[in-house]
């Protein structure tokens, strides 16, 4: 099985940056797209961003020219950079990962989620 390690969450003003990371590990064979999503409270879990194996990114417009999707492969490792947050960005953050497991196929897994909260 994948377990999802998130961090970086946190509180910051309107207009700050956070970084958060999402570290996989466990009996892993490949991992695939990488991704970030959100859910603010009331609302449905939406795309923040994603990102390929081989480093092609997608980006939800409501958060375009303002957070970079970045992996480090060889860490197993999935960042997201947050800048010019705004309260609209208060959400919990869910990191999720394609891969698949030594024996296995391809699934998707979750990170617990960590809390990001934009507030003065």
């Known amino acids: 099985q994948v377990q999802l390690v998130e961090s970086g969450g946190g509180l910051v003003q309107p207009g700050g940056s956070l970084r958060l990371s999402c570290a996989a590990s466990?009996?892993?064979?490949?991992?695939?797209?990488m991704g970030w999503y959100r859910q603010a409270p009331g609302k449905q879990r939406e795309l923040v961003a994603t990102?390929?194996?081989?480093?092609?990114?997608n980006y939800a417009d409501s958060v375009k020219g303002r957070v970079t999707i970045s992996r480090d492969n060889a860490k197993n490792t999935v960042y997201l950079d947050l800048n010019g947050l705004k309260p609209e960005d208060t959400a919990v953050y869910y990191c999720?990962?394609?891969?698949?497991?030594?024996?296995?196929?391809?699934?998707?897994?979750w990170g617990q989620g960590t809390q990001v909260t934009v507030s003065s």
């Open positions: 999720n990962v394609a891969a698949s497991v030594l024996g296995g196929g391809v699934n998707g897994y």
């Open positions: 466990g009996s892993i064979f490949s991992i695939y797209t």
């Open positions: 990102i390929s194996r081989g480093g092609s990114t």
